[in-house]
């Protein structure tokens, strides 16, 4: 099992951290490309970035980074703690399915039969990079992040809840602009958090237990090296 740095407390720990975390997205990245390369309907998220791309004629790359970094942007609002897995998350994820969609790595599937395995595969790949992405321990993604700061704020309101409430809104969004809707996209709302924690079960990995270092702590630590 892969075992993480806690503490990011040398400047050897954070760059072998940020080259995991990077690694990790670009996998992570893989995963997305296959669940949108089913062609049944996309993730709630990438429904608004293929939505987006559709309709301003942007690459999907540049779609997701439009998207993640206006989340990040809330979040910073919120003050939340900003980490830099998290700037590097917004940014490789997107840029990865451009490169595969750019060399043409898989067909799109034209058949059910096909298109669901390669969904549920990719919905795999994310989760257990997730875990991977988590352990470096350098912040987590804008979207976990406003997930999170919106439930603080909201009081008698649970976290599920609110993240139905956010996919749902960048369903509909994405849908208005153009982006995919289908099966696919109620397998990945409905599976996708069930497959990261059957991962985090199975690395026994707990993600509660992370203390993820802020950008600024990434620096001073840096800076003192």
């Known amino acids: 099992m892969f075992q993480r740095n806690k503490d990011n407390d040398t400047l050897k720990k954070i760059v072998l951290n940020v080259l995991l975390a990077t690694a990790s997205l670009f996998v992570n990245g893989f995963g997305v ?36 970094f206006s989340i990040l942007g809330i979040d910073i609002l919120m003050k939340e703690p900003i980490g830099i897995a998290m700037i ?10 451009d490169l595969f969609n750019r060399i043409n790595l898989v067909e799109k599937c034209d058949s059910i039969f096909l298109a669901i395995p390669m969904m549920i595969l990719g919905l795999f790949i994310m989760g257990y990079t997730q875990y991977t992405y988590m352990s470096a321990s350098l912040g987590c993604g804008p ?16 976290i599920g809840l609110v993240s139905i ?20 996209t109620i397998i990945c709302a409905f599976g ?15 993600a509660t237990e992370i203390r993820h270092q802020t950008i600024l702590e990434s620096f001073r630590v840096i800076k003192n090296k």
């Open 143 to 158: 979207r976990d992040t406003l997930l999170i700061g919106l439930t603080r704020r909201t009081k008698h309101v649970s």
């Open 88 to 97: 590097i998350d917004s940014i490789v994820v997107g840029k990865t399915v």
């Open 192 to 206: 996708m958090g069930p497959i990261m924690q059957f991962a985090f079960f199975t690395v026994k990995f707990n």
């Open 33 to 68: 490309y296959l669940t949108i390369q089913a062609n049944i309907g996309a993730s709630p998220w990438d429904v608004l970035n293929l939505g987006l791309s559709n309709t301003f004629g942007i690459l999907y790359g540049t779609a997701a980074i439009i998207v993640s």
């Open 165 to 184: 409430m956010l996919l749902a809104t960048a369903t509909v969004v994405g849908w208005l602009l153009g982006g995919p809707v289908g099966i696919g």
